[in-house]
């Protein structure tokens, strides 16, 4: 679990969040419908679309890379925090009760107001490219140590033949089950 962090573009996004509240944008309305279908439907596309408008090319032109201080291109949402994450978070704090109604708008507010306490951030192509992809190098690493582990394990001399024969050291078991006889 990652603690909250305060966010440097808090501010802005608050701007940003009351600009949209005056805007005559996603006022369509939601009802009975779902987090996981509302995140499907539009966590790829309209909130996509959200954080492409909300931080501007002209704001990003501010903010260099936070990993080398190069040229920012990137909005990153940083593992554990992906776009798709923060909708579900935002849903579950507006929307808890999927048989009342809910506008896009107070959907799209939630989710811009989640990013204030994680490490959202602008980087470079090339920084961007050597973020880690914390899922896989976790497993990797454990998966090189379990793999170790498994290609050794015994099977206890009551299990039937057919299923020894898989395993390493069925030879010795055989032996065993031989002299039982
Ligand atoms: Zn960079």
New binding site residues.
Partial sequence: MSSAVANPHSEYIDKRIEKLQMSDRLRTKITDTTHDIIIKDFSCHLFTDLIQTTFTPAYLRKHA?S??G?KSEHRCHGAGEERGELLKRALERVFPDTTKIISLKEIAVAFLEEHKTTRFTF??T??QDKEPRPKKNKKSNVKSSLSKRKSIRLVPPGESESRQRTFSLRLKWIAIFIRKE
């Fill in positions: 890379c990993d080398c190069g980087k470079c090339a920084c």
